[in-house]
T-cell receptor, first 114, second 117 residues
Framework: NAGVTQTPKFQVLKTGQSMTLQCAQD?????MYWYRQDPGMGLRLIYY???????DKGEVPNGYNVSRLNKREFSLRLESAAPSQTSVYFC?????????????FGPGTRLTVT | AQSVTQLDSQVPVFEEAPVELRCNYS??????LFWYVQYPNQGLQLLLK??????LVKGINGFEAEFNKSQTSFHLRKPSVHISDTAEYFC???????????????FGSGTQLTVLP
C-alpha cells in the first residue's frame, strides 16, 4: 500500500517549456487535489477532482490544467512554464470516513523554472 | 471562505521544554480542524484532527490540541519536545471547495518549530 505517489521528485524547466506532473493513489479515494507550497504562504489549492470524471478550479488555477485519468490518477499540466510557477507541488487524496475528510499527501515535486 | 492564521512563523525552543503553536480560524460555524506536520523534504503527515466531541484532542508523537469555539482557536501543544520534533507545522480547516462538489483544506502559513539542544 504505497498511499499517494508523485513523479517526478525534482524538475528544472526553462521558461515556456511544458510538463506534466503525475499523481496516483491506491486507497480507492474519490477526491484528489493539487496544491502548491510557497515559503510563508502555506499550501494553496490549484485544482481538485471530487470524483472520477470531474475537475474544478481551486484558489490559484491560472497557468495550469488537470486531467482525472481514472479513479487512481490525477495529473497536473503546465503548458508554458513561468518563473512564478517555481514551487513545490503536492498531490493529495481523500474520502469521507465517518465525518472525517482527512487528506493524504504525496511526497511532493520540487519544480524550478528558470 | 475560511481563513486560518498561524500567529508565529518561527518558534525556537530548547529540548525537553514545553511548546505551544497557535492557530486561529475565521468561521464561527461547525468546522473540522487539523494539524499537519512536514519534515524536511517530505510531504504532510496528519498529527491530529478535531471533528466533534471532546475539545481536547490527542495526536501522534505526544502532541495535543484544544478546540476553543468562543476564541475560534485550535492551539497545538506538547509538554516536552525532542530534537526530532523539528519540522514545519500547519493548521488547516476543512470547508467547501470553490465548485461546491467536495471539501477542501484551507491552510495557515505554517510555523517552523526548531528544537535546540
Amino acid at each position: 500500500n504505497a498511499g499517494v505517489t508523485q513523479t517526478p521528485k525534482f524538475q528544472v524547466l526553462k521558461t515556456g517549456q511544458s510538463m506534466t506532473l503525475q499523481c496516483a493513489q491506491d486507497m480507492n479515494h474519490n477526491s484528489m487535489y493539487w496544491y502548491r507550497q510557497d515559503p510563508g504562504m502555506g499550501l494553496r489549492l490549484i485544482y481538485y477532482s471530487a470524483s472520477e470524471g470531474t475537475t474544478d478550479k481551486g484558489e490559484v488555477p491560472n497557468g495550469y490544467n488537470v486531467s482525472r485519468l481514472n479513479k487512481r490518477e490525477f495529473s497536473l499540466r503546465l503548458e508554458s512554464a513561468a518563473p512564478s510557477q517555481t514551487s513545490v507541488y503536492f498531490c493529495a487524496s481523500s474520502d469521507k470516513t465517518g465525518s472525517s475528510y482527512e487528506q493524504y499527501f504525496g511526497p511532493g515535486t520540487r519544480l524550478t523554472v528558470t | 471562505a475560511q481563513s486560518v492564521t498561524q500567529l508565529d512563523s518561527q518558534v525556537p525552543v530548547f529540548e525537553e521544554a514545553p511548546v505551544e503553536l497557535r492557530c486561529n480560524y475565521s468561521s464561527s460555524v461547525s468546522v473540522y480542524l487539523f494539524w499537519y506536520v512536514q519534515y524536511p523534504n517530505q510531504g504532510l503527515q496528519l498529527l491530529l484532527k478535531y471533528l466533534s466531541g471532546s475539545t481536547l484532542v490527542k495526536g501522534i508523537n505526544g502532541f495535543e490540541a484544544e478546540f476553543n469555539k468562543s476564541q475560534t482557536s485550535f492551539h497545538l501543544r506538547k509538554p516536552s519536545v525532542h530534537i526530532s520534533d523539528t519540522a514545519e507545522y500547519f493548521c488547516a480547516v476543512s470547508d467547501r471547495a470553490p465548485g461546491g462538489s467536495a471539501r477542501q483544506l484551507t491552510f495557515g502559513s505554517g510555523t517552523q518549530l526548531t528544537v535546540l539542544p
